[in-house]
């Protein structure tokens, strides 16, 4: 995943509206009047927060009719986390040797 796409997660995942809809969205494919319910907002403002997830690749839009319908795309968050696990791991690791060298010096200081 590049930096751009990576920006666009964050930035999408950065919203807690966006993130709620997400959720909704582990329940299942919905439609906008669906996942507009829970908000004190209309159907269009709900429409620019599924633009910005379908712009991140968070999800994936379509019309049967009048209507449109959302699922969510695992494969973009997938790539996110391994993104984020890479990253953990590298800190951790750096953490850890830093514990090791301050454990160290502190046995060294309680050595006579």
């Given at each position: 995943?590049?930096?751009?796409?990576?920006?666009?997660?964050?930035?999408?995942?950065?919203?807690?509206?966006?993130?709620?809809?997400?959720?909704?969205?582990?329940?299942?494919?919905?439609?906008?009047?669906?996942?507009?319910?829970?908000?004190?907002?209309s159907q269009p403002a709900?429409?620019?927060?599924?633009?910005?997830?379908?712009?991140?690749?968070?999800?994936?839009?379509?019309k049967i009719g009048r209507?449109?319908?959302?699922?969510?795309?695992?494969?973009?968050?997938?790539?996110?986390?391994?993104?984020?696990?890479?990253?953990?791991?590298?800190?951790?690791?750096?953490?850890?040797?830093?514990?090791?060298?301050?454990?160290?010096?502190?046995?060294?200081?309680?050595?006579?």
């Amino acid at each position: 995943m590049d930096s751009r796409q990576l920006d666009l997660v964050f930035g999408a995942l950065s919203d807690a509206t966006r993130r709620g809809i997400l959720a909704q969205l582990l329940e299942g494919d919905a439609n906008v009047a669906q996942l507009s319910r829970p908000y004190d907002m209309s159907q269009p403002a709900i429409t620019k927060h599924l633009k910005v997830l379908e712009a991140a690749g968070l999800v994936q839009r379509w019309k049967i009719g009048r209507e449109t319908h959302v699922r969510a795309r695992s494969d973009t968050a997938e790539q996110a986390a391994a993104w984020i696990t890479q990253y953990t791991m590298f800190w951790k690791q750096h953490f850890d040797a830093v514990d090791e060298i301050l454990a160290e010096k502190r046995s060294r200081k309680d050595d006579p």
